[in-house]
């Protein structure tokens, strides 16, 4: 009797609870989402503007042809369909119809004008976009893609989100305040910028494929991460961009919020310049390799805000291959020690530095400092581990301007750099290419290690000329082979992507690409 | 009077036209290539070129300063590099806002700073005296946004008495100027206190207070009125600091002002927006000073006979 009467007031239970709240959920639409974040955006202008704080707004305002899913493969946007004609040309079948929020006609002249705008201005996203010749009308709602030189990851930059089309009306209108007046056909419309405060955007009503569920998302700027967590708590804002580390597992506990996080995209790495003696010798580097700690600066320093690196490239980019880095350069002082000493690096004089002929291991370290996440503390972390093993260095840091500006030049005096890089079309050629072929030494590319391996540029330029996916592949994985044994770079960590959220907000996940956040699926439950 | 006035406001201009040199001069000397850095990583040689080229930055140092100098004497002071917008227009959307915090900072340490120096120095020794300096001496040693956040925690966190950052109303205005304030109040009770302790030494306070004035009557009719040179240059002096404290406090409360765009100015290289904020900062700074020299006319009759 008891047993029934507990199962009946349950089964009533269930049915007064979550009856409702299914209803509830099915109910959508509407409500206005506030993102708070450390920066503001620089411009909204996507021909000039490529980095995240603007990439992460328009990109939910302006869409490119295409655009690329999370495991690699191209879908079609306001392209339905495209074909290659020929290694340097592909064709674009444009869906018709589509207006843009301001009333223009999106069509193959509006493709054209936003290209052309591209390729004319000394810009970032021209950088981007490697050979890009032009755009070819075929006919009012077909376009060619076209290249200088074959090149393969063609489709994966034309769905950047920098490629997206933008209003050749609002353009001209707005000429060079466009930035401030983004126009596309995107799911989200611009409404307003406060300098430095916020960017608000609205839902699209009359866009073309499924619609928005948001009314309205406000990007608010808090640039104190302990008042961006605050203003979380409080209600200020509902989604917390960059958290701090150190308050995740509390946000992981509190039921009010989830964290969510995504695999991201950039590799921060220890690089050594191959020209520069003594990181010219190959058992140098990997004794040097083997005497970081990966997983104690992972578990210590970045507080589980990253994942180990599974080699030079993201695994969520088009021609990673795992390196097995853990495996070829395991951590392990003695060891590296022993390496060292074959080289002919031992300690004689007993001053706990080794030598050799009279000269002192001393390596120059370049540092970086306030551009990564934790970036100082792990330059000090791996200074500190390579003095166990009696190698002194001596590590210098500057501002970040500086920095950058350092490592453009032809020449670099230091052995040892760190930086951090993301393949931002997706493609392995995007990140390889520019880094280890002999053809791209700073400041033309960022081959920075100044490595050169006729075979690594034979491959790397087959690779680039070919549509063929597979090819490609098969290229790449050869390739990241060859560099994990010369032991050009240590990765010290694979960027998460992590945002925390009030638990009313569902359906926003981070993208691998720091750059973009899609918000079209996100709804508030209420 | 007047021929003092043009002499200190030709002096003034001066200052301003040497700042900006000198401004030029420091950006030309730091490391860091504005132009690499906003072409990013994957810029070509070609691009770094036609840029710097666009942006008259391939011209010598003297030619750019002849320029940008003859350009803000039209009205014009350029366009940021970075942002793509007018510098006018970033500044004209900052300024106010820092304006409205600076001048709500100052009000909170007029109203609290300088009662509680008088109070302090007229009845020196007492426990009021001790616990007001104590209070400021705090204020002098905590950082700026180590309070901010304190005061967020306890306001905002806790008690959710106030919004924890930005602008909207006047609500959104209270713990940054509180936070803001924190540092000038302290500095200017201490001032105020030492410079009234030192008036009141003086033989014409004694001989006041032998002719039977009351102590209070004392210390406002005949010390406070001379002690105040001191006080006003000291609070003089505060306005600037509170417009450098802006820096760390808009930070700290994501308020949109002048401190934030000049930091971001500085980190990416952007050197007409830098120019620009440098320009209204010292601008106001040479302006406030130059009040403090006027008032002293005011307050002193010796400074305007000389």
Redo the contacts between chains.
């Keep these: 009797m008891k047993t029934r009467l507990s199962i009946f007031v349950a089964a009533t239970l269930m049915v007064v609870l979550i009856v409702p709240s299914l209803i509830l959920a099915s109910s959508k639409g509407g409500g206005r989402l506030i993102i708070g974040r450390p920066s503001d955006a620089i411009s909204l202008d996507s021909n000039t503007e490529t980095t995240a704080p603007g990439a992460i707004v328009y990109s939910n305002i302006i869409e490119p042809l295409v655009s690329m899913d999370k495991v690699g493969n191209i879908t079609p946007l306001l392209a339905h369909e495209y074909k290659i004609i020929s290694p340097d040309r592909i064709r674009f079948f444009l869906r018709k119809g589509i207006k843009f929020h301001d009333g223009t006609p999106f069509n193959a002249k509006a493709v054209k004008y936003t290209y052309d705008r591209g390729i004319n201005e000394p810009a970032r996203w021209k950088a981007l976009f490697g050979p890009i010749k032009g755009c070819d009308i075929v006919d009012d709602f077909t376009v060619d893609i076209v290249t200088e030189v074959p090149y393969g990851p063609t489709l994966a930059s034309v769905a950047m989100c920098y490629t997206g089309i933008i209003s050749p009306t609002a353009a001209e209108k707005y000429g060079k305040d466009y930035g401030r007046n983004p126009v596309g056909t995107g799911p989200f419309k611009f409404k307003e910028w406060k300098t430095k405060a916020h960017i608000t955007i609205v839902r699209n009503e009359d866009y073309w494929g499924d619609k928005a569920y948001l009314d309205e998302v406000v990007f608010k700027v808090i640039p104190e991460a302990g008042a961006r967590m605050m203003a979380l708590r409080t209600g200020d804002i509902d989604v917390a961009m960059q958290p701090t580390p150190s308050e995740l597992p509390a946000f992981r506990k509190d039921p009010k919020f989830a964290v969510a996080e995504t695999m991201g995209m950039r590799i921060i790495y220890i690089g050594f310049h191959t020209e520069l003696p003594p990181t010219d010798n190959q058992k140098i580097r990997q004794a040097l390799s083997m005497a970081v700690d990966v997983k104690g600066i992972l578990d210590n320093i970045l507080e589980g805000s990253a994942v180990a690196p599974q080699g030079y490239l993201a695994p969520a980019v088009f021609g990673f291959k795992d390196m097995d880095l853990q495996k070829r350069f395991p951590y392990d002082s003695k060891k590296a020690k022993a390496k060292l000493a074959e080289a002919g690096w031992k300690d004689t004089d007993g001053d706990g530095i080794l030598d050799k002929d009279g000269k002192k291991l001393s390596l120059k370290f370049l540092g970086t400092k306030a551009r990564y996440p934790m970036d100082a503390e792990i330059c000090e972390a791996v200074q500190a581990m390579w003095k166990q093993i009696g190698v002194d260095v001596s590590l210098e840091f500057f501002e970040w301007a500086a920095t950058f500006t350092m490592l453009r030049k032809p020449t670099l005096d230091y052995n040892i750099f760190c930086l951090g890089w993301v393949t931002t079309n997706r493609d392995a050629d995007y990140s390889l290419y520019a880094m280890f072929h002999s053809d791209q030494f700073s400041p033309k590319g960022w081959n920075r290690n100044r490595y050169v391996n006729p075979e690594v540029d034979k491959l790397l330029d087959e690779a680039r000329s070919s549509q063929n996916r597979e090819e490609r592949k098969a290229r790449y994985a050869k390739i990241q082979d060859i560099l994990a044994d010369m032991a050009l770079w240590i990765p010290i960590y694979n960027s998460k992507e992590i945002l925390v959220i009030n638990k009313k907000v569902k359906g926003l996940m981070p993208d691998p690409l720091e750059y973009i956040l899609p918000l079209k699926p996100v709804w508030i439950e209420k | 009077m007047i021929v003092y006035l043009i002499k200190r406001i030709l002096a003034s201009v001066g200052v301003v036209l040497a700042m900006a040199f000198l401004v030029m001069l420091i950006l030309d000397l730091?490391?860091?290539?504005p132009v690499?850095?906003m072409?990013?990583?994957?810029?070509?040689?070609?691009?770094?070129r036609?840029?710097r080229r666009?942006l008259g930055l391939d011209q010598p140092l003297l030619v750019r300063y002849v320029q940008y100098i003859w350009k803000v004497v039209q009205g014009d002071i350029g366009?940021s590099v970075?942002?793509?917008?007018p510098v006018s227009k970033?500044i004209g959307?900052?300024f106010p806002n820092t304006l409205l915090l600076t001048a709500c900072g100052m009000f909170l340490t007029l109203l609290i700073g300088l009662p509680l120096g008088l109070i302090s120095g007229a009845k020196s020794g007492s426990w009021l005296d001790h616990s007001s300096r104590i209070t400021s001496l705090a204020g002098l040693c905590m950082p700026v946004?180590w309070i901010?956040?304190v005061l967020?925690?306890i306001f905002?966190?806790k008690l959710?008495w106030f919004?924890?950052?930005?602008?909207g109303s006047w609500l959104h205005l209270i713990l940054p100027s509180v936070t803001l304030a924190s540092y000038s109040v302290a500095s200017l009770a201490r001032m105020t206190r030492s410079s009234l302790l030192e008036v009141m030494g003086e033989d014409y306070i004694r001989t006041a207070r032998a002719k039977g004035l009351a102590y209070r009557a004392v210390v406002v009719r005949h010390a406070f009125g001379n002690a105040l040179i001191p006080i006003v240059t000291v609070f003089g002096m505060q306005v600037g600091h509170l417009m450098g404290g802006a820096i760390l406090t808009e930070?700290?409360?994501?308020w949109?002002?002048m401190g934030?765009?000049m930091v971001?100015a500085i980190?990416?290289?952007d050197y007409p927006l830098l120019q620009g904020t440098i320009l209204v900062f010292a601008s106001c700074y040479i302006f406030i000073n130059l009040l403090v020299d006027l008032s002293y006319g005011l307050i002193d009759p010796q400074v305007s006979g000389k």
Excluded: H, W
């Design positions: 730091v490391p860091g290539d690499v850095i072409l990013g990583e994957n810029a070509t040689e070609d691009m770094v036609e840029l666009q366009r970075r942002e793509m917008a970033l959307d900052a946004f901010g956040l967020m925690f905002s966190l959710g919004p924890v950052g930005g602008t930070t700290v409360f994501a949109p002002g934030r765009l971001g980190l990416d290289r």
